[in-house]
């Protein structure tokens, strides 16, 4: 259906737009759908955003309340129990919700949301930004699967979360 309209030759935004208000696709399926369009016809590679750049992504649930998720990220000892060894420079910090930072003193940085899921349990969402290519994106992706996976078992194992 996209091919037949010459979907190739518009923007990211434009084949959403067209899946949303011409096939009434709901807005995050909408940019779903569009990303691996994209990707399948060459557009852009895994990880790479429609702009040339790439990124990495992971999310987890987490049974522990918003706050104390967002202080995983935020809490430097807590941070460094399940994220040792990394450098991070906190740019904005805004609880129980975002918190950005530079990354290992640059030019990377991660965007991270948290969202409450009920009152014991969260979901947070890391976003790693301005990679330099697929590969940094594949292994970042699969770090950060494995990193949420520690902060996981560690937060919901220890009573005190600190």
């Given at each position: 259906?996209?091919d037949a309209?010459?979907?190739?030759?518009?923007t990211?935004?434009r084949i959403?737009?067209?899946?949303?208000?011409e096939h009434?696709?709901?807005g995050?399926?909408?940019q779903?759908?569009?990303v691996?369009?994209?990707?399948?016809?060459?557009?852009?590679?895994p990880?790479?955003?429609?702009?040339?750049g790439?990124?990495?992504?992971?999310?987890r649930?987490v049974?522990?309340?918003a706050?104390?998720l967002f202080?995983?990220?935020?809490?430097?000892?807590?941070?460094?129990?399940w994220?040792?060894?990394?450098?991070?420079?906190?740019r904005?910090a805004t609880?129980?919700?975002?918190f950005?930072?530079?990354?290992?003193?640059?030019?990377?940085?991660?965007?991270v949301?948290?969202?409450?899921v009920g009152?014991s349990?969260?979901?947070?969402?890391v976003?790693?930004e301005?990679?330099?290519?697929a590969?940094?994106?594949?292994?970042?992706?699969?770090?950060?699967?494995d990193?949420?996976a520690?902060?996981?078992?560690?937060f919901e194992?220890?009573?005190?979360?600190?």
């Amino acid at each position: 259906m996209l091919d037949a309209a010459s979907a190739t030759e518009w923007t990211h935004t434009r084949i959403a737009r067209h899946l949303a208000t011409e096939h009434e696709v709901p807005g995050w399926w909408a940019q779903t759908i569009t990303v691996g369009y994209e990707q399948s016809r060459g557009l852009r590679a895994p990880g790479q955003r429609r702009g040339g750049g790439f990124e990495a992504s992971a999310s987890r649930t987490v049974a522990v309340p918003a706050l104390r998720l967002f202080e995983a990220f935020a809490d430097e000892t807590a941070r460094a129990r399940w994220l040792p060894d990394v450098e991070v420079r906190v740019r904005t910090a805004t609880a129980p919700r975002i918190f950005r930072a530079d990354w290992a003193g640059g030019p990377t940085r991660i965007v991270v949301g948290i969202d409450a899921v009920g009152e014991s349990k969260a979901r947070v969402n890391v976003l790693h930004e301005k990679l330099t290519g697929a590969e940094q994106a594949a292994e970042l992706k699969a770090y950060w699967r494995d990193r949420l996976a520690a902060l996981k078992v560690l937060f919901e194992t220890d009573g005190d979360h600190r």
